[in-house]
């Protein structure tokens, strides 16, 4: 690319620069792209460490541990409380690998063929 642009700038014309070059000439003469590294921002409403273990042992304790997060935000907002969206809810699950069913299945036995 700097080579296609030192001709350009010498006064070639830039279909024949990109021949030389060997690139197509709308290649050559599209802007480069820089990559900006920004600082990584951190939301102003984001959950601290206590808010997440709030939410842990509400969901974990013994009255919702067989419910889905759905039907425990159902049930919290009833009462006058509010933990956080549902989503939340399960983005702190999901951190934790405790996103799967959550009821106690019953196993069916191995079957020998």
Known sequence: MTTYRDLTTRGVPTRTAAALVGLPRATATRTARTRVTRPVSVPAHRLDVLERARILAVVNSARFVDLPPIQIYAQ??????????ISTIYRVLGENKQVRERRRLARHPARAI
């Open 76 to 85: 919290l907002p009833d009462e006058g409380v509010y933990l956080a969206s």
